[in-house]
Each structure stands twice: as structure tokens, then as C-alpha cells.
């Protein structure tokens, strides 16, 4: 939840029940009527150019954005340093998987998961196929095929594009829902598989498999990229940055190199003649692998990711990078990198889903894909900082402004106009994603929960103490779940859990509990399943001596924060809601709605609508925060974001 204005809580409610539509041209301020909000749109509430994947087809580097609507493919040549061809598809909201036969494009998109055709001659753009949700992988074989990678059911299809015919193998392996890369060669499709990993090998005629992953490395998570040429396969296996390099005419023996420096992916991998090209995260750097040795060619800034590497020429031809939102060129003789911006060369950025919001005094913050929207309230404007991840968490601190990065849980700290931003650390214990924060006033400490990384079990408390920099995670502190919501208060912080503890895993318990946890003794004090069947405790806050959380299913329970005891319940909606406190009350969005919660001393709260018709298009959970005064409300309807005023 929004925990920012929970030190103004005003006992005097002024009670908003006026039904409020926020249809309107962008940036109009609508009126409402003396007693009731205003609505007054800020435009797109964050815009990025960021991109997944490449294929290089002719002389043209080819891309296509992902988290924007409608997805855009460009091709970037090189040479002019310009997106000189670019279109949109009709379905699709971005895409990790490109490969090519000749001049012909296939793009495996997620939801849904279409497989479109480009003539790159005409740049006309047919759907062939459609394999599911979501696309993770896909490639060419030698005789024309197109063989993909799927998630949720993990599974492995092929496409004929002589025929139109498609054929599925079936899931690659049973219990696993991601096969995240693909290779494939004229007798066997190579499927990389997580959250638990396996590389299975599949007989093209046969469909026969079997897993050629030693056993030594099955305790990684993913087999997360492939690259094949000719009877050498290399395979990067994630979290610890590893590459095995196979030959595929004797699977049995791979060569391991391992990637230094603490780096945990191996996000590109290209094979080149005898050398091997790739790329790591977090530290964005590029190697190569020659003679049995792996030399560090450098990096083009710090986490940096690279979607595809590019070799032309020989063994000294130029070395090309296509990353989130660049393409860059390594002089190999000077060691360094210059870069592209695609959005300046022709893909412009567009509204975004937007994952996180936050206010300060001068700003708004709003996070997406590689970046942060700084809204200059001041001035009416925007600019947007680059990060090397996607803000889960923004937690406002004084003069600064704290982030909880996703992925690899890492910890960073900028001012509120975007500038200063540095890393703090990283949570590690087996962490991915952030997911709430809240600041302790009393012990002047960042708290921070986590869901752990795929595959794995049991998030995290985190207790980033401001005065001294000390971190304490605290692990398993929600039992056999992961940590969704936080909120905190003399010292007290109250702990909302989901019974799913990461993708990949199934639920240990029935239902999820709230905990009560003493930071200052390290003390579960209490912990509760207050509503029958809830799966996740989406949001909590204290307003008014009361702990109020949300569930996944819409529900509302309201308890006593002493001992943990269900007050009282209600029905909010049908979907998850975010909670925030501003000056005249308790309120909260389901993404259709704002609405009021209304504390009734002899019964349920009375809940009524302040704002309807938001259709907020966001990343995951709904998004509400309160105006540093507590006066406004900021929330997104479809991709803008909205000032709400007026509130009483």
C-alpha cells in the first residue's frame, strides 16, 4: 500500500459519494461539482521505447517493442543509424522470440501467443499460427521449419510454413511450465527448460526425449538461452551465470565456462566460427570465448542487457549489440562502445503498463520497463531516468526516494527529480522481485518483501536500516509463502503472504496468513488466515487503529493489530485493491475504480465510488498513491496518469 501520508491521519472524514466519470480529452481537468472530486488527466503516466529480442535479416537489425499497445516492429540500419522501416501489429503485447528463414520474419508474440510472418522484402506481416499465451522461444531448423517454445504449459510446437501445418510435441518435460529457449537441428529439437532446469533433446520424427543436463546442474532454474551452429550447442543457465558448451554428436560432456564477477545471466549467446560472444547481467558486460579461455570485452554501461550479438566478418569483424533500447557497436582496438538510441533513430517511446507509482513534493514518480517517469509537478512535464531493471517499489524518504528493483532484488536510492541514482545492494538469499515497501519512522528503516526467484520457496522481510546502511533479511518470516504486502508502525511491521510462492512452485498452504513481526526483536508476535480460501494479502494499511487488508478475490478484512483478531469484513469488488490514506479517508482502486472506505463503528465499512471507468491498463497489481499535502490522490486510467482533487 501507500504507507507516505499514514503520519497525517485525520480522524474527520468527509464522506465523497458522488459518482465520478473520468471520461474526458487527455490533460482536461473535468469538473465534478462543489462536493465532489476533480479529475484532471497528466497524460501517458510513463512512455518507453524497450525492446526483447533481435534477428539481424539482410542488412537490416529487426526489433519489435514489448509492454506498449499496439506493439511496433522496426528495422535498424546500421550504416544510417535510423529505424528506416516500421509497422504495427494487431495483436500481441510484445515479444521474446524472432528468428528467420531467408528474407522471411517470424515473431512469436505474448498474450496471445501469435507467430506472425514478415515479408522483409514488403514488410507485410501475416499471423500464421498461434501457440497458446506466450511465446518464450523460438528458431529455424535446417529444412524450413519453425519450432517454438511455450509457456504456461511448457510445451514445444513446430510450424510448416510450406503447408500452414502445426504440430505440437507436447510439453517438453511433465510438472515444468517454461521451455525458454529453443534450438533445433535437422534431427532434434533442443528445448530449454525452467523453473526448474532441464535441456531436453526431442527426436523430430519420433518425439522421443531425454534430458542431456548433467545432473550436477539441476539445481539452476533455467537452461535459459540456446545457440546452435552446426554439432556445437551452447546453453546459458541461470542464476549463476554459467554457459555449457555441448557437442551434439556426444551430449554426454559439456565444457563449463563460468562467467565472473557474480554475474547470474547469460541473456546472448552467438556463435561465431570458433568463437563464442555473450552477454551477463546484472554487471551488462560483453565476453568471448576462444581457445578455452573467456576474455571480458567490456561493457556499454552498467546493466546493460543484451537481447542479440551480432558478428560480421571474420573472427576481427565488427561486433554489434541490440540491447533494451540501443543498438551499440565494440571497437574491439579501444575497448569501447558507441550506441543508438532507437527511440531517437525512429521508434519513438509509447505509454507504457506501468508497474509502480510514487509522490514527493515536486514530483510524481512512475515506474516501467528499464526506467522511471519523473512528473515535474512545477512545470507540467515529464522526463524519464534509466534503470537497469523495473521498479516494483518506490519508497519516498525524506529528500530521496528509495527503489526495490526486479530483477535480482536490488536496492536503489536517487532523488526525486531522477537524478543521483545509485545501487545500495542486492537482497540475495534466493530473491527476485520486490514486492511492497514501507519506512519505519521509529527505527529509520526501509522495509521491503520479497518473492523469491522462480522455482523457489519462502520470501522475505528486508530491514535496509537508513542511518547505518545494515541489512537484515528476514527469511521464512511468512511461513511457506511469499511476502506480498507490508506496512509498518512503532516498530511493529504487519506482513500480507501468498500462498504462491514464486512461478514455477505449487502452494504449500490452503490459504495465506497475516503476520505481526517485532523488528526490534526479530519476533513473530501473531499470525492469522482471518479470511476463509484468501490466497494472497494483496495490500495492508493502519488507518484508525485497524489493520485493513485486501485480498486477491476483492475481500476486505479489518483487523485488531494488537492480537491479529478478524473485526469485521466486507466485499470490495472481485480483483485485488490497493489501499491509501489521505486526508479525508481511507480509499483504494481495483483498476475499474477509486473508492472509499468509510470505518462504521457497529459493523462492516461502508464502501462507496469516488472515481469510475479508470480501465487502468497496468503490469500487475493496481496502483494508488496518496499527494505529499494528502489532499490528491494520483491513480492510472488506461495508460495516463490522473490527479483526483476535490477529496473533501
Not at 208 to 218: G, I, M, Q, S
Not at 499 to 509: H, K, V
Request: proline share 5%; net charge negative; charged share 20%.
Amino acid at each position: 500500500m501507500d504507507k507516505r501520508f499514514a503520519r497525517g491521519m485525520i480522524a474527520a472524514l468527509v464522506s465523497c459519494a458522488g459518482l465520478v466519470s473520468v471520461s474526458g480529452p487527455a490533460r482536461a481537468t473535468i469538473p465534478v461539482g462543489a462536493e465532489t472530486p476533480t479529475v484532471t488527466s497528466l497524460g501517458p503516466a510513463s512512455a518507453v521505447t524497450s525492446t526483447s529480442v533481435a534477428e539481424q535479416v539482410g542488412d537490416r537489425i529487426w526489433t519489435i517493442t514489448s509492454g506498449v499497445s499496439p506493439v511496433q516492429v522496426g528495422a535498424f540500419d546500421p550504416v544510417g543509424k535510423t529505424v528506416d522501416r516500421k509497422f504495427s501489429l494487431p495483436t500481441g503485447a510484445g515479444a521474446w522470440a524472432m528468428t528467420h528463414i531467408g528474407t522471411d520474419l517470424y515473431i512469436g508474440l505474448y498474450t496471445p501467443g501469435d507467430v506472425y510472418k514478415v515479408d522483409t522484402t514488403t514488410g507485410t506481416a501475416t499471423k500464421v499460427a498461434q501457440f497458446g499465451s506466450f511465446v518464450w522461444s523460438i528458431a529455424a531448423t535446417p529444412d524450413g521449419k519453425i519450432v517454438a517454445g511455450t509457456y504456461p504449459d511448457g510445451g514445444v510446437h513446430e510450424y510448416d510454413p510450406a503447408t500452414g501445418a502445426t504440430k505440437s510435441y507436447g510439453a517438453a518435460i511433465a510438472g515444468e511450465q517454461y521451455v525458454r529457449s529453443i534450438a533445433a537441428d535437422a534431427t532434434t529439437i533442443y528445448a530449454g527448460v525452467g523453473t526448474k532446469a532441464h535441456l531436453i533433446a526431442i527426436d523430430r520424427a519420433t518425439g522421443d526425449r531425454r534430458d542431456v543436463l548433467p545432473a550436477k546442474y539441476a539445481d539452476r532454474t533455467f537452461v535459459a538461452t540456446l545457440a546452435l551452429d552446426g554439432t556445437k550447442l551452447a546453453a546459458g543457465l541461470s542464476p549463476t551465470g554459467t554457459m555449457l558448451v555441448f557437442d551434439t554428436a556426444d551430449l554426454s560432456n559439456p565444457i563449463e565456462v563460468q562467467t565472473p564477477g557474480g554475474d547470474q545471466y547469460v541473456t546472448a549467446i552467438t556463435l561465431s566460427g570458433d568463437d563464442i560472444y555473450l552477454g551477463t547481467r546484472p554487471s551488462g558486460t560483453l565476453y568471448r570465448y576462444r581457445d578455452n579461455a573467456l576474455t571480458r570485452l567490456g561493457s556499454p554501461y552498467d546493466g546493460a542487457y543484451f537481447n542479440r550479438i551480432f558478428v560480421e566478418g571474420s573472427t576481427s569483424g565488427t561486433i554489434r549489440a541490440e540491447l533494451t533500447s540501443q543498438v551499440v557497436d565494440f571497437d574491439e582496438a579501444s575497448g569501447t562502445f558507441t550506441g543508438t538510441d532507437l527511440g531517437q533513430a525512429g521508434l519513438p517511446p509509447a505509454p507504457e503498463q506501468v508497474m509502480a507509482l510514487a509522490a514527493t513534493p515536486s514530483s510524481v514518480l512512475v515506474s516501467g520497463k528499464a526506467g522511471v517517469q519523473v512528473h515535474d509537478l512545477a512545470a507540467g512535464t515529464s522526463t524519464r531516468t534509466f534503470l537497469p531493471g523495473e521498479a516494483k517499489t518506490m519508497t519516498p524518504v525524506g529528500k530521496d526516494v528509495y527503489l526495490g528493483v526486479y530483477t535480482l532484488a536490488r536496492l536503489w536510492q536517487m532523488k526525486p527529480d531522477g537524478t543521483d541514482l545509485h545501487e545500495l545492494g542486492q537482497i540475495g538469499n534466493e530473491q527476485t522481485r520486490p514486492t511492497d515497501a514501507a519506512y519505519d519512522d521509529r527505527s529509520q528503516t526501509w522495509l521491503l518483501s520479497t518473492e523469491p526467484d522462480y522455482g523457489k520457496y519462502d520470501g522475505t522481510l528486508v530491514e535496509q536500516h537508513l542511518d547505518s546502511g545494515d541489512r537484515e533479511v528476514h527469511r521464512g518470516v511468512v511461513p511457506h509463502q511469499s511476502v506480498r504486502s507490508v506496512t509498518t508502525a512503532d516498530g511493529i511491521a504487519f506482513l500480507g503472504g501468498a500462498t504462491r510462492n514464486s512461478l514455477g512452485t505449487d502452494p504449500i498452504l490452503p490459504e495465506a496468513t497475516v503476520v505481526a513481526f517485532d523488528l526490534r526483536r526479530n519476533k513473530v508476535l501473531w499470525e492469522t488466515a482471518p479470511l476463509s480460501g484468501a490466497q494472497t494479502y494483496s495490500d495492508l494499511v493502519l488507518y484508525r487503529g485497524r489493520l485493513y487488508a485486501t485480498t486477491d478475490d476483492g475481500r476486505l478484512a479489518v483487523l485488531d493489530p494488537q492480537t491479529g483478531t478478524l473485526v469485521t469484513s466486507v466485499t470490495l469488488g472481485t480483483g485485488q485493491s490497493r489501499l491509501t490514506i489521505a486526508r479525508s479517508g481511507l480509499y483504494g482502486t481495483d483498476n475499474k475504480r477509486v473508492f472509499k472506505i468509510t470505518p462504521n463503528p457497529t459493523g462492516a465499512p461502508t464502501v462507496s465510488t469516488v472515481v469510475d471507468g479508470l480501465g487502468a491498463q497496468i503490469y500487475s497489481y493496481p496502483l494508488i498513491t496518496t499527494s505529499y499535502d494528502g489532499n490528491a490522490l494520483y491513480t492510472i486510467k488506461g495508460r495516463d496518469l490522473v490527479r483526483i482533487g476535490g477529496l473533501g
